[in-house]
């Protein structure tokens, strides 16, 4: 456990020290405050468009982060061949998978919560200038809590995406893992399409084709509730438990798959 | 004596080839032993297959067939890599870290206290000569000063084995006289050391045996002293006032005669030539002896010999 954590706490160290995070963040954040402008061109609509775009903001940025720093984490160092150094020390392959992984999980949840606060300075700022009557109009208050429910399940979902770009990674090269990743990511909001697939076509080849891809790609469409949030409809404790745990699975899965494939591995 | 590194007929076939794979062996059958507490030198020609080695026994990949142990244990071992240090050939670490930050991170894997920690890693700093660079981004550093940041990170948990790949790569004069007073220092507290070199007068050196490897076979191993001990191959006589028919008369009983400057020359005698017998007719005439030396055969002679035989 000892050996986890100073794994992580390097990958979190390494993703910190690199620029292109910053830029991705400022990038979001900036996008947050264009949101303000945004808003003032939609009649009594500004507080759910600013909602929205920082929310698919938060998502988007997180993405990026999450796929271009989570199948950089395993072959840059089998690249560079500092997981010789690495090897050498009293450490299991698996260790090191599953230390990337706590490492980039700990760099999302840091910049996610720095964007979260972003996002809330920005529609603190449009509250205040709100005035009263206008705070009554609302169905939702400006610094809606329900946010953070959204926030969380977009938290898990990148987590979800990092499991899947450190599990291409383990077996390919960095640019055929970021397609593999996006297209998993991709194919994972049209899951449901899968499974009702055998209602579309006759051939029970393509039946049973789509059924097993239904069960092994993730099921991503669950975890955005951005539009729930922002119009105020419930989301409620067992949904975000169930999801959860769904995510938590897979993340699981994928870590036993790619820690596997990982400690049989030759590293030439 | 226990043994530090084993290996029994270790094998390592790779796959080559994108459509169509076929397996090239890089180690064939390699039985090997490394006693404990002894300077050990690994040599080869490029793609020899030492690196191969190196990595079978750290388990960077794994044997086809064959099995190796270091300190007893099989390689991957945990308690064996706590007692293990490892520099890798041109070694890279982390860019982003400083030589403190790197060293503490590996201190904090080999499970160092932190007092500890800090006390070792200060020392060994200042040990390889990077202490006042030490707040210094690796990505700063020259060749020369990784190689040094990668032997003290070897020294971390004062191992009772060390590998070294190319300890003596990228550095000045200087920095492989340091590694070399260092190899020995390790030698004299006990630590078992097996690096692999292309530089054989370092390994002359140093080492009390050595294994030469050629194309994955291992082409001879044993004590250097066994190796060139009685290999004397000729004699270098330095003679002086040598008249210039007297020079010709001998022509025939040296294989080279070198003019050397102010009446002397440098005479090679061949071992059918018994250098008294000559020494005498020479100074007979005149001459005067200033050197004679026995010729012997040096590592490099040995190791070109061995790499050279068809395998």
Known sequence: MRTLGWIAINGFRESVRDKVLYSLVAFAILLMGTSYVLGQLTAGQDLKIMKDLGLSSIAIFGLFMAVFIGIGLVSKEVERRSIYGLLAKPVRRHEILLGKFAGLALTLTVNIAVMTLALYAVLAYVGWGENQFARQAREVPALDPALLKAVALILVQLMMVTAIALFFSTFSTPILSAGLTFGVY????????????????NSRAAQVL??????????????????????????????????????????????????????????? | MPLAIETIELTKDYSVGFWRQRSRRALDRLSLQMEAGEVFGFLGPNGAGKTTTLKLLLQLVFPTSGEARILGRPPGDLSAKRRLGYLPENPYFYDYLTAEELLTYFGGLLGLRAADRRQRVSKLLDEVGIGSERHLQLRKFSKGMLQRVGIAQALLNEPDLVILDEPMS??????????????????????????????????????????????????????????????????????????????????????????????????????????????????????????????????????????????
């Open chain 1, 186 to 201: 991709i194919a994972g909001y049209f899951s449901q399409d899968l499974r009702n697939f055998d209602q579309v076509v």
């Open chain 1, 210 to 268: 789509a059924r097993g891809l239904y069960y092994v790609l993730p099921n991503l469409s669950p975890f955005d509730v951005t539009s729930q949030v922002v119009h105020g409809l419930p989301v409620t404790a067992r949904y975000m438990a169930v999801t959860i745990a769904y995510g938590v699975v897979y993340i699981a899965m994928l870590l036993i798959a790619g820690a596997t494939i990982f400690s049989r591995r030759d590293f030439k």
């Open chain 2, 170 to 311: 990228g550095l000045d004069p200087l920095g492989r006289r340091d590694v070399r007073a260092l190899i020995l220092r390790l030698r004299d507290r006990g630590c078992s050391v097996f690096f692999s070199s292309h530089v054989l007068s370092d390994a002359e050196a140093l080492c009390s045996r050595v294994a030469i490897l050629s194309k994955g076979r291992l082409v001879a191993s044993g004590r250097l002293s066994d190796m060139l001990a009685f290999s004397v191959r000729g004699w270098e006589l330095v003679v002086a006032d040598v008249r210039d028919d007297v020079l010709a008369a001998i022509a025939t009983r040296v294989s080279r005669a070198v003019p050397l400057g102010g009446g002397r020359f440098e005479l090679e005698v061949p071992m059918a030539t018994p250098p008294e017998k000559l020494l005498a007719d020479l100074t007979a005439t005149g001459a005067r002896l200033v050197s004679l030396n026995p010729i012997r055969e040096t590592l490099e002679d040995f190791f070109i010999e061995r790499v050279k035989q068809p395998s």
